[in-house]
């Protein structure tokens, strides 16, 4: 929970200035230096990759899962977060009658006399964002939302004190499985006590109480925006608990103003398209499908090339257009898979007689680190609408890479296609047992005086194994 002191910059826009709410917000920055606030590369440390204890270079992998690098989705939704939460503060001026009198009386109390600079009109957006897990949906409204505080602490302003003493900017939360408006309801409460340091409030009776209760929270803490994750879990159907989630949040947006971002995996936006009213309101603000990225685009290539400078092997392995096609090809173009692949593959070859990374450890880094997300049905279509011609130079590239290694060292170690494609089989397979066609052999070979001849003779021990089971 980030907690800031108040300090004003004057507003852009003349309707925004003398609202110390906007006033308070991280100043408008160029994209480059919002760029660079969102990106987090950890240190090398470039002479590790030389220290002769690979136990050491093992730990450094872990330096993998914190880089963070923004990719071209990151500015609309970053503007789009930072424009509707000034859009929604831009009626809820606290020096404002207007808002004294929206604090003051309930949502649907609106009193006769209208205050001099009128009765307040909410102006609050929705946003929405769709994406498969592991497609950095996640990542990216962290770092989006971790750019504002989520409290803010008021004292005066240009010398007159302020009612108003903390600004809760943002809040998120999960939507509850059973679609539950009072679950919801009594989620939001929990995350704005904690939001504000107090202690925990006792939820009313009944729903009706609830929600006047947390409409006045809200409006009380001055909530910028409110994000909902796993909005997937509301199944939309013609009555019952979903409906009744979904009016309750569309009235935080239209008699509160307060902007809601709803984050989803597929296929909340189906639902949204065939059963939500009200569906323009989800996208009024912002509406974005992230998916799996294109093997030629920008985001990928930078991401993989930032990516690929963090290889601790006590040999550098360039990165090369075939190297790249593997890595793509494994991950599917998605950046967590792509991630954990290039990581584990380390791990698999640090410490053994050749520390080259190749298609084989790729794939064997693959096998280690998505070994069931790889069997998704998701990762399967996506491979399978793979251009075919990719797919034939990705197989060129990697058989003329086989036949050209240089097979010595650690039998065991993946860089051996020999053995690498055949284990990454056997770990996945699912039908071993009949696989063994004779599960008795060994006890065979125990009962023979010469059992060693008796493994030979049925090739199961090799006087040479490297040539005997190299491709031809």
């Known amino acids: 929970m980030r907690v800031e002191l108040a300090v004003y910059k004057d507003a852009i826009l003349p309707e925004h200035q003398g609202n110390p709410l906007i006033e308070a917000l991280p100043t408008k920055k160029s994209w480059e230096s919002v760029m660079e606030d969102f990106s987090n590369y950890p240190d090398y440390s470039e002479e590790i990759a030389d220290h002769p204890n690979p136990l050491v270079r093992d730990e450094y992998l872990n330096r993998i899962e914190e880089i963070r690098q923004p990719l071209t989705d990151y500015e609309a939704c970053f503007r789009a977060v930072e424009r509707s939460i000034k859009k929604g503060y831009s009626t809820k001026n606290p020096l404002s009658p207007t808002t004294v009198q929206y604090l003051h009386y309930f949502v649907d109390e609106r009193p006769d006399i209208e205050p001099r600079t009128g009765f307040f009109q909410p102006k609050g957006d929705g946003l929405t964002l769709i994406g498969e897990s592991g497609v950095g949906k996640t990542s990216m409204i962290e770092q989006v939302l971790g750019y504002f505080p989520n409290v803010i602490v008021h004292e005066s302003y240009q010398g007159q004190q302020l009612e108003l003493r903390k600004q809760v900017v943002w809040i998120k939360v999960d939507c509850p499985s059973n679609s539950s408006v009072r679950d919801l309801c009594e989620e939001i409460l929990s995350t704005l006590d904690l939001a504000l340091d107090r202690e925990k409030t006792k939820p009313a009776g009944t729903i009706g109480a609830l929600i006047r209760q947390l409409e006045q929270c809200i409006k009380s803490s001055f909530l910028g925006m409110l994000v909902i994750d796993e909005m997937q879990n509301l199944q939309f159907k013609r009555t019952g608990g979903e409906n009744n989630l979904l009016r309750f949040l569309h009235r935080l947006v239209n008699k509160l103003g307060v902007p809601l971002f ?93 520390e080259r990374l190749t298609a084989a450890t790729l794939e064997a880094g693959n096998a280690v680190a998505c070994g069931l997300s790889r069997q998704t049905e998701e990762v399967i279509d996506l491979k399978v609408v793979l251009p075919k011609r990719k797919q034939r130079n990705t197989r060129s590239a990697r058989e003329t890479a086989v036949k050209t290694i240089d097979k010595t060292g650690d039998i065991t170690k993946p860089q051996h296609p020999e053995f690498a494609t055949k284990l990454i089989e056997l770990v996945n397979a699912v039908d071993l047992k009949s696989r063994i066609d004779d599960p008795d052999l060994f006890q065979q070979a125990a009962e023979l005086e010469d059992s060693i001849r008796y493994l030979r003779s049925r090739n199961i021990v090799l006087d040479d194994p490297l040539s005997e089971l190299a491709y031809n």
């Open 262 to 354: 709803f984050v989803a995996n597929p296929p909340f936006d189906q639902s949204l398209i065939k059963e939500l009213k009200a569906a323009r309101r989800a996208e009024s603000g912002y509406h974005h499908t992230m998916s799996v990225l294109a093997r030629d685009s920008v985001s990928w290539n930078a991401f993989i090339e930032q990516l690929w400078q963090y290889q601790w092997t006590n040999v550098y392995t360039e990165l090369t257009e075939e190297l790249n096609d593997v890595l793509h090809s494994l991950s599917v173009g998605n950046i967590d898979m792509a991630s954990r692949t290039y990581r584990e593959a380390q791990r698999l070859i640090i410490g053994s007689d050749d």
